[in-house]
Each structure stands twice: as C-alpha cells, then as structure tokens.
C-alpha cells in the first residue's frame, strides 16, 4: 500500500527515477523558517517606531563642564526696553547668552543673543522708573549653563503711553476720530470701546487700529446722531495697556448713504477723455448696486489695453444747484470693491473733488482746480492684513470684492460735487491706464 505521507515534490526529469521528501517534515521546517523571519521583521519595526519617537536632535553632549558668566554687564534704557552689552566668557564652545526677566503683567520673557554679539535687547516694559530684574546665563554647545548673573535695570516708559498722551479725539461723521503722534514709529494698537447697557466697555465695529506709521488718524463710525460715550486705550503686543480716556455725551454727525441715483457720467475736464470697455463696462457700472462674485463681471473697465488715460470723472448728484451749494457733498468716506476672479489690480489711488463745472487739471490753483481728498501718495487698496497683491490669499482676495474697504476722508472736507479717479499705481508694475474696479458707495452728508 502506498504511503500518503510521501509523494513526488515535481515531475521527474527525462532518465531519472522520481524523488520522495516527507512533506510533513518539510513543512514543519519552512514554518519554523518563516516564524523567525516573522519575528525579526517585527523586531526591527518595533526599533524603528522606538527610535522615532525618541530620536534626539540638536547637538550631543560632548563634556559637561559649564562655560564661565558673563562679566562687566552695563545697559541703556530705551523706551520700553534696555539694551544689555557684557563681555562673553573665553569657553570656545560657547554657543549663546540667554535673559530670563519678567513684564509688567506678570508674564515670564526669555531673550537671547548669540556668542557672536555682546549685547542683548530686552523689551516688552510698561511703565518705566521702576527697578526690573534679569538674570544672565550663557550657554556652550553641550547645552551646559553657567552661573546667572543678576542684573537690576531701569526701562523707560513704554512708548504707548506717549502716544496715548498725544492722542486728541473729537466727533466725526457717524462716530469719531482719533489722531495721535507715535515719533519712535512702533507697532500699537488703538482700541475704541462703548459702554453696553452694563456698562461693560466692548469694542464697536472696526474698534480697532494697528499702526506703526509716525503720526495718523482712525475714523470710528456707523453711529446714530444721539449721545454717546466712547473709551480710548492704547495697546502694545506684550499686553501693556494705557489708561482708557472716556469720551462722554458725543453726538456723531449724521451720516448717510449718497443716493446712487443721483449720480451721472459726466466729463468736463477736457483732459480727461471718457473710456469704457464696451457698453457692458461703463462708468454707471460703478454705481448699479451689484458687486461680488455673484455678479461675476459686473464692472467698469477702461479700454483694451489701457493707453487713454489714469483717470475717470462723474457726477455725484446731478439735481444739485451749483449757484446755492443745495446738493453738493459732503463726504465722509467712500467704499471700494474690487472686480472679481481679478482680485486687486490697482495699488494706489488719488481720489479728487470739486464743485465747479469747468474745474480741469489744467489748473493747479483756483476755483477751477481739483481739490486732493486723498493722502499724497493716494489709498492703498489691501486686504485688513495688508500683504502686497501677489501675496494675497483667495480669502483675503475675496474680501475686497465681496466686503469691500473704506477711503476715509478727514474731518472738515470741504463739499464737492464732481469726483475724478486718478490710479497712480498698479499692482506688478502693469501700465495704470489699464484698471476696473465694481463699485463705489458714498457716505457723508448732503448740503441743504
């Protein structure tokens, strides 16, 4: 009788007599060959997720003998701030100097300088004339620290709390304004609060400005021409505040929306030719209501390829009497969109008024000349974060043409009644007779 546990393993080759293996013990061997190899691999694994997790980067100890102090220490009150110069130990494997010291606030501050330098700034004080305490330890390439020195300084005052003592604020269309000097040019924040019926301070609409530009002006608006009272306080980024000045029973000048239907195409400065795209593109365009991407194309655009001129003229109110003054414009501020899918073309822009039928930018004087509502060097179009064109997000793209932003003029604009566009400058140097734009919204008030 045959053995079932034995049977040919392949077929015999031509002349030879077929080969017989146990295939029991064959496989109890392959198995047991196969059960290590699990087992290394598994090894090997577990040691690569081991050293992942616990990998060390960065230089390994090499000695532990800490490098000496820093010596001679001296510093200069700034505002806000010190500035620590000290001589660096000898060690050759000094890698830096660290200070540990504490704000205002409470909030524990870390700074540090490499063995390249021998000064160190210290910043984020509030209030000055007062001893602070630091702590020097310098720090060699094996990570070894050395004994910390203690430093007693004395910052100057933050520099927020001039800024806040230059601020003058007074009423304003829909709200108020709010002017200060900051002559060290550093980053702030301006916040304006109103009080709720608790009497709780919460920040209004756009109550908030970030500046760092020497000398401006923040128009706070969107109030109703009733009493109301208005708080005032100056931040920096390390959370140091200034008192709050209270502004109490401001009646906001009224302000409202210049009714669109007034406005008309109108061109009479003979220097400044009327251009359109075509008829889907012209210049009542910038006044039909529609903006956004959900009126795709809905714009104005100048001719193809630009090349006529950098700007374009309308009437505000064209029922207003020229001979009473009845109907010109008083503005307060004016709402850009940008067009949409081509995000900001224009950077800069002068914006120009007047009142007078035969004013020309011939004329650099007079009567008949164009008034500047804008800055010198115009407004500069940007999303709230300010990044440059070809940085934008699509978020921050968006916004300019779904939200829009405001050109605030200051207080005290003198009335106009016809308005001239001037782009002075485009995003990625393109040619600034080439530009479009969706829509204009003016607020302010209307002489009766």
């Known amino acids: 009788m045959a053995n079932k546990n034995k049977q040919f393993t392949s077929e015999p080759q031509s002349g ?17 060959k196969m059960k290590k190899i699990f087992f290394i691999l598994i090894s090997v694994l577990l040691l690569g997720l081991v ?32 500035r620590l110069t000290y001589k660096l130990p000898m060690d050759k494997d000094l890698l830096y100097v660290k200070a540990y010291y504490t704000l205002d606030n409470g909030a524990k501050i870390e700074a540090a300088a490499s063995a390249f330098t021998n000064n160190l700034l210290l910043e984020g004080f509030g209030k000055g004339d007062s001893v602070r305490t630091v702590q020097l330890v310098a720090i060699d390439l094996s990570k070894n620290v050395s004994k910390p020195v203690e430093v007693k300084v004395i910052p100057k005052e933050s520099p927020i ?18 002017k200060w000097k900051n002559p060290y040019k550093v980053p702030f ?35 109703d021409s009733i009493p109301k009272t208005f708080y005032i306080q100056v931040m920096d980024r390390w959370g140091n505040k200034t008192r709050i000045d209270t ?11 210049i009714p669109k239907i007034r406005h008309a195409k109108w061109n009479g400065d003979p220097l400044i030719p009327y251009q359109e795209y075509n008829a889907s593109y012209a210049i009542t365009v910038l006044w039909d209501g529609k903006w956004g991407s959900a009126f795709g194309g809905a714009c104005f655009s100048t001719k193809a390829g630009g090349g006529i ?20 414009i008083i503005p307060s501020r004016v709402h850009f969109y940008a067009r949409p899918t081509y995000g ?25 000349a164009w008034v500047l509502l804008s800055p010198p060097e115009g407004f500069r179009i940007a999303p709230p974060s300010g990044v440059t064109g070809p940085l934008a997000t ?28 001037e782009t002075v400058k485009m995003w990625g140097g393109q040619t600034n007779t080439n530009f479009s734009f969706t829509e204009l919204t003016w607020y302010g008030s209307i002489k009766n």
């Not at 146990?22 to 198995?31: D, G, H, P, Q, V």
């Not at 990998?55 to 009150?77: K, R």
């Not at 924040?189 to 009080?195: D, G, I, N, R, S």
């Not at 502004?247 to 929306?257: G, S, T």
Request: net charge negative; with cysteine.
């Open 16 to 32: 030879s007599k077929p080969r017989l293996v146990n295939t029991n013990a064959t496989t109890l061997k392959f198995l047991k």
């Open 161 to 178: 709390y001039s800024i806040f003592n230059s601020h003058v604020a007074g009423t304003d269309f829909g709200g108020i304004y709010v």
């Open 344 to 368: 900001y073309q224009i950077e800069y822009v002068r914006l120009w008024g007047s009142t007078s039928p035969t004013v020309s930018m011939a004329n650099t004087s007079g009567p008949d």
């Open 51 to 82: 050293s992942c997790q616990e990998a060390f980067v960065g230089q390994y100890a090499i000695e532990s003998t800490p490098p000496d102090s820093v010596s001679n220490v001296t510093y200069e009150s700034l505002p806000g701030a010190v």
């Open 394 to 421: 699509a978020a921050e793209r968006a916004s300019l043409e779904n939200d829009g932003i405001d050109f605030t003029f200051p207080s005290g604009t003198a009335p106009i009644r016809y308005f001239r566009w």
């Open 189 to 223: 924040v301006l916040v304006v609060t109103t009080p709720d019926k608790a009497g709780r301070p919460i920040v209004t609409l756009g109550g908030k400005r970030f500046s760092s530009g020497v000398d401006s002006i923040f128009n706070v608006r969107g109030y």
């Open 247 to 257: 502004l109490k029973d401001i009646v906001p000048i009224f302000e409202q929306a």
């Open 309 to 328: 001129s950098n700007s374009i003229t309308y009437d505000l109110n064209s029922s207003a009497d020229n001979a009473t003054g009845k109907g010109w």
